[in-house]
């Protein structure tokens, strides 16, 4: 899938998922609306963020939210690839160990 303008989307990518682009505040809404349409088959939601171009607090808030859905239908959510900026602000808010539970075995941020 070709992004333009840098505009987010999540896809279906294989057996998991993919969130690209740039994410602000405006646009975690929709998509989280349709994380919880895209989800709701699935028992374990692997995400990739390899793609992501900016990482800011409006993602943290989107992945926060799909978390607190997950743990409500016991499913689990498990992101790969995260950019070191994203894990620099997961590591600064204390939230690294939820999202990223192998982190610390992987080498500093």
């Keep these: 899938m070709v992004v333009t303008n840098d505009q987010p989307c999540l896809t279906s990518a294989g057996t998991g998922f993919r969130l690209i682009g740039r994410v ?3 646009q975690v809404l929709p998509l989280y609306e349709r994380g919880v349409v895209l989800f ?3 028992a374990f939601i692997e995400i990739d963020l390899s793609e992501l171009t900016h990482s800011d607090s409006g993602v ?3 992945l926060s939210a799909w978390m607190r859905w997950c743990l409500e239908r016991q499913k689990t959510l498990c992101l790969q690839h995260a950019p ?5 602000l997961m590591a600064l808010c204390g939230t690294e160990s939820l999202f990223l539970p192998d982190s ?6």
Excluded at 84 to 88: C, P, Q, Y
Excluded at 104 to 109: E, S
């Design 24 to 26: 602000a505040f405006d």
């Design 40 to 42: 709701q088959a699935q």
């Design 60 to 62: 943290l808030a989107l």
């Design 84 to 88: 070191v900026s994203l894990r620099r």
């Design 104 to 109: 610390t075995t992987t080498g500093p941020i």
